[in-house]
């Protein structure tokens, strides 16, 4: 690590919550960091990417909030989202997230993550989740600590009645949830809804590809 990038915060000095975390996912094969603040988390991230590497993110308000989006742009780095989003034949562009999923590195944000390290996300149409799962070689996963919640449920009712009421509000969705702020399932059709797809990270087989870099602040939604 770069002697200008700050080590990760040692368990003694981390939050109780997510020092447990922490030790709850290493036991699924997952690494987690901690830092107090985004800048540092920011430079982490981009002291874990080498030059040249294929990057691609998904949407993330908590990626923006620290800068990271920004601090891509100018990075010795193959940054595939900004292509993706030039291409104007929607077939085409299909096409160039599918490849995405495959970048060597692919970071993006947590809907949601229980105490014993159950890692929950929600996407639309899938390509997110899909690197998540097993496209993406390394796979950087950010959260404020406002993301942390104590299980399963928990984790559901979070995604569901905030994370995707505040998405679907911000794209200017018309889905049951973006009217009411209440999830309605059993209602919601069509290309508007952002649950297309819903993973749960369980485990990690491959040692090293998942690292979940916690911060100490309420970020995103």
């Known amino acids: 690590m770069d002697a200008r990038i700050q080590p990760p915060a040692r368990e003694k000095d981390m939050p109780p919550a997510v020092a447990g975390l922490k030790r709850e996912l290493a036991q699924r094969g997952i690494d987690c960091v901690y830092w107090a603040d985004g800048d540092a988390a920011r430079a982490f991230l981009l002291s874990r990417i080498p030059a040249g590497a294929t990057v691609m993110n998904g949407g993330s308000t908590t990626l923006k909030q620290i800068g990271f989006l920004a601090a891509l742009e100018d990075g010795p780095y193959q940054w595939l989202r900004p292509g993706i989003a030039a291409i104007a034949d929607p077939?085409?562009?299909?096409?160039?997230?599918?490849?995405?999923?495959?970048?060597?590195?692919?970071?993006?944000?947590?809907?949601?993550?229980?105490?014993?390290?159950?890692?929950?996300?929600?996407?639309?149409?899938?390509?997110?989740?899909?690197?998540?799962?097993?496209?993406?070689g390394k796979l950087l996963l950010?959260?404020?600590?406002?993301?942390?919640?104590?299980?399963?449920?928990?984790?559901?009712?979070?995604l569901r009645n905030h994370a995707a009421v505040e998405e679907c509000r911000h794209l200017g969705a018309n889905?049951?949830?973006?009217?009411?702020?209440?999830?309605?399932?059993?209602?919601c059709r069509g290309s508007d809804r952002q649950c297309g797809k819903v993973l749960i990270i369980e485990n990690e087989r491959i040692a090293g590809r998942i690292c979940v870099v916690m911060i100490g602040a309420a970020l995103g939604y």
């Open 91 to 136: 077939d085409e562009r299909i096409r160039a997230r599918r490849r995405a999923g495959t970048a060597d590195y692919f970071v993006g944000g947590i809907n949601a993550i229980t105490a014993s390290g159950e890692i929950l996300n929600a996407d639309g149409g899938g390509n997110r989740v899909a690197a998540y799962a097993y496209g993406a």
């Open 142 to 158: 950010v959260a404020g600590v406002n993301k942390i919640v104590p299980d399963l449920a928990a984790a559901f009712e979070r």
């Open 175 to 187: 889905t049951p949830c973006a009217r009411t702020g209440r999830c309605d399932n059993e209602a």
